[in-house]
């Protein structure tokens, strides 16, 4: 193989899959402070796509203006979704354990019931927005980087960081660290559990409106576009170990070189199935992920 | 009773390690068929360990566990179960949203095939923990003690020639402790030998003709409990600690 | 459910029970005589079609709770048992001119073999890392499949899917140009299945699964090991699916790949359990019975002017069945069977 | 494109079955049934052909509905497929039971179309092929099952015939050909078809890859196409997928000496055109199954009717798939006429001599519509158009070229477009 073709795949599976990471984000702190697996992970980055498109193609705004509508809106939802949807079956089962299957299928509603209103209100029809900045691409050595991938790889790694920061720093991030610990033992020690449920949930979902808004200049949007992200975010996160926030960015990078330097030698479709292949052999082997605690 | 006095279980220089930490030392030591054996000792003292390697929870990373003269170190739960030797956890694991007897009936399948000949065995076992009347209440709604009794009673079910029971009255009142007793003793009565890791001192003075006390993965003491407790080693490690605190 | 609840356990609530259980019964049995009359007394060929794929989801839902309502684990990937069963079924006929329903047995049986590959590593994982590990594995069959043309000689013809050729009416190559032989076929498969999970209600296997759905440490106390016998209701299940994607096969005379083992029909079998009542002989007969329709109707009447609608409603269902019926339909249809048995009791 | 898109009409006549008799009766309904990918990820398709079949029923309606049949109004019922073939076998039934339909159109996926006209043909009753490409469909010997579209054969053998004639006219052409298609049934039966076409003309494949559906990112795949040097690119995707490829591709500034050639599917669909910028699909060749060009000639009061209609009802204008809905409603007015009857066997005898040369029916660009005795339009056929200065014009078949047009072969580099 050309070592400058390897270069170049390298160079591409790095910034996709540095987005799939950011991504995957919210995904693995959801997982990670609620033990619930968000299937309707993909559906809400497409709300954050269309809420981009829309306010683009009804206010003018540039998508990468809108990071300032669609963050808060998604935090809201998230945060909405958690308090009303999920939070009564926390209730019914008294104690603050979600039973992770019952959850799962709850967001698996939420899921069908997002893609197919957005289906409703926006049609079947592919959109795209388009930002109005000029960007070439930045050129490393011979290869020549796509800003606006570059842009979404760069807003993952700070996300990432200030995600663990902000977990680190503050009041509202040691709870919700100690609340990811030992939920039981924090609500105890006074933490308002429900509180910092809804706010998590919250957090996780505002970076797909973060993401919905960087992507939205280079992804074509439809109301199923959620699945395209759905089970690479699963693959991702289970890859760099569930709850961790580096390891999915860890992962994310993984999933991106291995699908890019597998598909000089395979088909994309053969490719698709290796990956496949890896989260499981990763689930069996190390089912704690590469960043793990287990 | 005290047994027949042939050995039922050997124990011999078990260890195992986990990361840096010796949990358990050449562990040695014998039970005699039909006697109420207590395993003492502080917390992390390595009591559990032994106990779910004998169980076959965890691997002996050296020695040999004799069980009628077979030695069973590193067979699987299921197996230790099929041969005879049933256990109860710590913290009571009922299959919820089974009824009791539906509870009592899981383990009967090692020894019958059955199903009424078990469904028979197991209203027998609930009416001798007291549990008739409630045999198609569903676990859920029972009380912790009732669970805790169930628990014994599903061991039971598997018809074991030895029971090994982990702390079988914690967080009991005293009436409900002094029902368990009575229980433990009903069921060495029925033949069945008995290996007990338990904490509250009268419980031990009140079944156990032997006891054996382990300290940092050793065997410290051996012999009966109103010897051992007179032994200073075993004063300094048990009782200057966890007794003394509990107490 | 009810057979379950029948079960004379405790003196004192044996009066109760077998009220009840009589009660569950005679639904059973007048339930048992509709389905026989049906097709006789509404022979109207559409409704008979709709009612062959009611059950084929009961029965499809019903293999799938043999392991999963079980032992409490949510397969996503029971799929790829079906598309085996179904590709089993159509090439073995096209290719080698077998008998369909020797094919289904075939198909049963690979299905299993299958299933005891992907489930002695899948199983020791728990909660929705076993899901997520079998979405993967019949993702990757799928997608596998859906790019093969020929497979050590085998035309899987990829994407594209593969027909039944036709015959004509003929019991031995299992077409029919009527509706009702595919009816009673199916009938009795969902019969049998229901028998078989009855059997398993009161089995060795059936109080195993159900312990290690209640606690695995404790079931390998009870001399249970979780392994084995999940492998062996995965394998029976398995089997089941298979047979239920070679009679799929055989009534729609067409297998594809992206349809029959794609996440969205494992999804349906898994929807259809839990929201019926899984872990019960008759809460995933419940749930097709009243999902199907709903997605049909639904589909029928608002599909065309309001796309995806029906999908909305049934994601609501999904939702407000997980929140206020924890365990299924099949729950309150309990209650209500018990009350008229006390009252009728009492009358 | 053809190959996605289906047309299926099911013409039932509720009711009112005395109609076939000369006895004067009330004006009747004829009910007509499609079965239409209305939602999942065909959605778009599903939804702009039911908009063209509608418009054209009402069109039909309010000149007075089916003459023959003392003015009997044609009633359209949908079933959503879901791309899914045992769903579209179900509501086939359900049309062809309850609603007891005429005929059944349908259904754009070949998934789908397969199965479900197989249902047709066991209750003797019409169906139309819309979209559904695969060669296979109308060689099955079903007299009730016919197509008014392309064969797959026929998108990939008009897709190697343009780029010959364009050598010939020039004396340049490509020599190597790179395949890059959708792994799903349409994009791969496509890809089957050049391979074995591309072969017997003496063109070099030098690359052959599928990816699955919904990507993100096509960068890799890029690369092997930069890599592998063809002289030209022939894709097949679905819009998602175009869009991405096309802005990669001019991200990536991917030269292709001889340029794009894709063959319907996202490059039919005016949403794509929507949402892609005209600079990424500039000197574009896409096999169309609509030839606007050629209808500059004949314009029908109903085309503008039509295109206004569309426009209104969907915010872009109109496609392949709205005039394949069109084109299949006027073909069973066109039937039905000359049954005077709604009865399915009588309808089906007018469909097997349907004959037409003039008229709306040929809205979709065909000279003339007749069917074989497999039921296949023998006289479908698409153009190749080129997008040129932001619109696709017509340049294969010759003939079909407006005057001022003239293919840019071969294309230029991205570097050197303005």
């Known amino acids: 193989m050309d070592p400058l073709i390897l270069g170049f795949a390298v160079v591409n599976g790095l910034l996709i899959g540095g987005i799939y990471g950011g991504v995957a984000l919210g995904l693995s702190l959801i997982f990670g402070v609620l033990r619930v697996v968000n299937f309707a992970h993909g559906s809400l980055l497409m709300v954050g796509l269309y809420t981009a498109y829309w306010l683009q193609a009804l206010a003018g705004i540039d998508p990468y203006a809108s990071v300032i509508f669609t963050v808060p809106l998604l935090f809201c939802m998230g945060y909405f979704i958690q308090r009303v949807i999920i939070a009564p079956l926390i209730w019914r089962e008294s104690a603050l354990v979600v039973e992770p299957l019952s959850a799962l299928l709850l967001t698996a509603g939420v899921y069908l019931v997002i893609d197919n209103l957005a289906l409703m209100a926006f049609g079947p029809d592919v959109r795209s927005a388009s930002t109005s900045l000029d960007m070439p691409p930045i050129m490393l050595g011979p290869i020549p980087v796509n800003m606006q991938r570059f842009i979404g790889f760069s807003a993952a790694i700070l996300a990432a960081i200030g995600l663990v920061v902000w977990l680190r720093q503050t009041r509202m991030g040691r709870a919700i660290r100690a609340t990811a610990q030992n939920r039981d033992a924090a609500a105890l020690s006074g933490i308002d559990v429900p509180m910092i449920y809804a706010v998590t949930f919250g957090v996780g979902t505002a970076l797909l409106g973060l993401f919905g808004s960087l992507l939205a200049t280079f992804i074509p949007i439809t109301p199923n576009v959620g699945l395209s992200f759905g089970i690479r975010s699963f693959i991702v996160v289970v890859l760099g170990g569930i709850g961790s926030i580096p390891g999915s960015i860890l992962g994310g990078l993984v999933i991106g070189v291995f699908e890019a330097i597998a598909s000089q030698f395979v088909p994309a479709t053969s490719a698709a199935i290796l990956s496949l292949g890896l989260f499981i052999l990763i689930l069996l082997v190390r089912p704690g992920g590469l960043m793990g605690k287990l | 009773m005290s047994g027949d006095g042939t050995p039922l279980l050997q124990v011999r220089g078990i260890s195992k390690r986990f990361g840096g930490l010796q949990a358990v030392h050449d562990l040695s030591f014998d039970l005699r068929r039909g006697e109420i054996l207590a395993l003492l000792g502080p917390n992390g003292a390595g009591k559990t360990t032994a106990f779910n390697m004998i169980a076959g929870y965890f691997r002996t990373d050296q020695g040999r566990i004799l069980f009628e003269g077979r030695d069973i170190a590193g067979r699987k739960p299921w197996d230790i179960c099929r041969i005879g030797i049933a256990r109860t956890f710590q913290l009571s694991k009922p299959f919820s949203d089974l009824t009791v007897a539906e509870n009592l009936m899981v383990g009967g399948f090692v020894r019958r095939s059955e199903i009424d000949e078990i469904r028979a065995k197991a209203l027998e076992i609930a009416d001798f923990l007291g549990m008739g009347h409630q045999a198609a209440t569903e676990v859920q709604h029972l009380t912790a003690f009732d669970r805790r009794k169930l628990e014994l009673g599903r061991a039971l079910s598997t018809e074991p020639k030895l029971l090994l029971m982990d702390e079988v009255v914690a967080g009991a009142t005293p009436s409900e402790a002094q029902e368990m007793v009575e229980l433990v003793r009903r069921i060495r009565d029925r033949g069945v030998t008995i290996l007990i890791v338990e904490h509250v001192m009268k419980v031990i003075m009140a079944l156990s003709e032997r006891v054996i006390v382990m300290e940092s993965g050793r065997l410290i003491a051996n012999g009966k409990p109103k010897d051992v407790v007179r032994q200073p080693e075993v004063l300094k490690a048990y009782f200057g600690e966890g007794y003394a605190a509990r107490a | 459910m009810a057979l379950r609840i029948s079960k004379n356990m405790g003196a004192p609530q044996l009066a109760t029970k077998s009220g009840y259980g009589r009660m569950a019964t005679l639904l059973v049995v007048a339930a048992g005589v509709v389905a026989l009359a049906l097709p006789i007394a509404m022979p109207d060929p559409y409704f008979v079609h709709s009612c062959i794929v009611v059950l084929l989801f009961a029965y499809m839902a019903t293999s799938w709770n043999f392991v999963c309502g079980y032992v409490g684990q949510l397969s996503i990937g029971h799929a790829m048992f079906a598309g085996v069963g179904g590709y089993a079924t159509v090439l073995i006929f096209s290719r080698l001119g077998i008998s369909p329903w020797l094919g289904m047995l075939v198909g049963g049986v690979l299905a299993a073999m299958l299933s005891v590959v992907v489930g002695y590593p899948t199983f020791r994982l728990k909660g929705p890392y076993f899901a997520l590990t079998t979405i993967a594995f019949a ?209 | 494109m053809t190959h996605s898109i289906s047309r299926r009409g099911v013409l039932g006549i509720a009711a009112t079955m005395a109609l076939g008799s000369k006895a004067f009766a009330q004006p009747a309904e004829v009910v007509i049934g499609w079965i239409l990918p209305l939602t999942g990820v065909s959605a778009s398709v599903g939804q702009q052909t039911r908009v063209g079949a509608q418009i054209a029923t009402d069109q039909i309606n309010a000149a007075g509905g089916i003459k023959s049949l003392g003015g009997a109004r044609i009633r359209l019922v949908f079933g959503d497929s879901q791309s899914k073939p045992d769903i579209g076998v179900s509501e086939t039934e359900r049309l062809i039971q309850r609603e007891n339909v005429a005929a059944v159109a349908g259904a754009f996926n070949s998934a789908v179309t397969f199965p479900a006209s197989e249902v047709a043909q066991r209750y003797k009753t019409p169906w139309l092929t819309m979209g559904a490409v695969k060669d296979e469909i109308t060689e099955r010997g079903f007299e009730y099952v016919f197509r008014l579209n392309n064969k797959a054969i026929y998108d990939a053998r008009e897709q190697i015939d343009a780029m010959d004639f364009f050598k010939k006219e020039t004396g340049k052409g490509p020599k190597t050909l790179a395949m890059f298609y959708e792994g799903s049934d349409w994009g791969r039966s496509h890809a089957a078809n050049v391979r074995k076409l591309a072969k017997e003309r003496g063109y070099d494949v030098v690359l052959d890859e599928a990816a699955p559906p919904n990507q993100v990112d096509f960068s890799s795949q890029l690369l092997k196409i930069r890599a592998a040097k063809p002289d030209a690119l022939i894709v097949a995707f679905y819009t998602p997928d175009q869009l991405l490829l096309s802005r990669q591709m001019m991200e990536q500034r991917l030269d292709l000496p001889y340029g794009v050639h894709s063959v319907g599917g996202g490059t039919e669909d005016p949403a794509f055109y929507k949402a892609i910028s005209p600079r990424a699909v500039a000197y574009y060749f896409v096999q169309e199954d609509r030839q606007v060009d050629a209808l500059q000639g004949v314009r029908y009061p109903e085309y503008d009717d039509l295109e206004k209609k569309f426009r209104e009802l969907l915010g872009y204008n109109m496609s392949a798939y709205g005039a394949q809905g069109f084109a299949t409603m006027y073909v069973l007015k066109d039937a039905l006429e000359r049954a005077a009857s709604s009865d399915r066997d009588k309808l089906r005898d007018a469909l097997a001599k349907t004959d037409i040369t003039s008229g709306p029916a040929l809205y979709v660009g065909y000279q003339r519509i007749k069917f074989d005795e497999h039921g296949q339009n023998t006289f479908a056929h698409g153009a190749i158009s080129q997008n040129l200065d932001g619109q696709r014009r017509t340049v294969w078949p010759a003939e079909s070229r407006a005057k001022d047009i003239k293919p840019i072969w071969p294309v230029p580099a991205f570097g050197a477009r303005s």
Not at chain 3, 182 to 202: F, K, S
Request: glycine share 12%.
């Open chain 3, 139 to 347: 993702e990757m069959i799928r997608i596998w499949v859906e790019n093969t043309d020929t497979f050590l000689g085998i035309p899987l013809n990829g994407a594209a899917g593969i027909t039944v050729p036709l015959v004509g009416e003929s019991w031995v190559a299992f077409q029919f140009n009527g509706k009702t032989p595919y009816y009673y076929v199916i009938l009795v498969m969902l019969v049998l299945a229901l028998l078989a999970t009855w059997r398993l209600e009161r089995s060795k296997l059936g109080f195993y699964l159900k312990a290690i759905r209640g606690d695995r440490d404790a079931a390998e106390a009870l001399g249970i090991s979780p392994a084995r016998y999940q492998l062996v209701a995965l394998a029976i299940s398995a089997f089941m699916t298979g047979v239920g994607g070679g009679f799929y096969a055989q009534f729609f005379r067409y297998v594809n790949a992206d349809r029959l083992i794609g996440v969205e029909f494992s999804i349906d079998l898994a929807l259809m359990s839990i929201i019926g009542g899984q872990g019960t002989v008759f809460g995933p007969l419940l749930g097709a019975v009243l999902l199907t329709p709903i997605a049909e109707i639904t589909r029928g009447h608002l599909g065309g002017v309001l796309p995806g609608l029906h999908i909305v409603i049934y994601g609501i269902i999904l939702i407000l069945a997980v929140l206020y019926l924890p365990k299924g339909l099949i729950d309150p249809l309990r209650s209500i069977l018990s009350r008229l048995s006390k009252n009728g009791r009492s009358a």
